[in-house]
């Protein structure tokens, strides 16, 4: 449980330092779908990557679900939940109220998670 709770925070923190540096600067915005609000940014993208390479240097049979990429299925009792930007549209527009959001299920039980702020 250490080591995975290790590796969360550091993903988390890995991915916030990401947003940080690109908040409020240039990068490049998409549209999901016919919505308008539902944004997805290169930031997104940069950040999901960090937080999979992350969790992939230490648990590489690991499931991950992610907002962007999908589900990476891999035989394993454990799923990574993640959003690399829970609040795209702030993020996009500027606005401080967003974060890095991701959580570990074991066997279906939620068993940790980790929600942080980077701006």
């Keep these: 449980m250490e080591e995975l709770k290790k590796v969360l925070i550091e993903a988390t923190r890995e991915?916030?330092?990401?947003?940080?540096?690109?908040f409020n600067g240039v990068f490049k915005i998409a549209h999901k779908?016919?919505?308008?609000?539902?944004?997805?940014?290169?930031?997104?993208?940069?950040?999901?990557?960090?937080?999979?390479?992350?969790i992939r240097a230490t648990f590489p049979t690991h499931?991950?679900?992610?907002?962007?990429?999908?589900e990476l299925i891999k035989p394993s009792d454990y799923q990574w939940i993640i959003?690399?930007?829970?609040?795209?549209?702030?993020?996009?527009?500027g606005i401080p109220i967003c974060c890095v959001s991701i959580g570990v299920m074991h066997d279906g039980e939620i068993i940790l998670g980790d929600r942080r702020a980077h701006v």
């Excluded at 997104?44 to 390479?53: T, Y």
């Design 33 to 54: 779908g016919a919505a308008v609000n539902n944004l997805v940014t290169e930031v997104d993208k940069l950040s999901e990557d960090k937080i999979i390479e992350v």
């Design 83 to 93: 959003d690399p930007i829970d609040g795209t549209v702030n993020f996009a527009h």
């Design 63 to 70: 499931t991950i679900i992610s907002e962007e990429v999908g």
């Design 15 to 22: 991915a916030g330092n990401i947003i940080h540096h690109y």
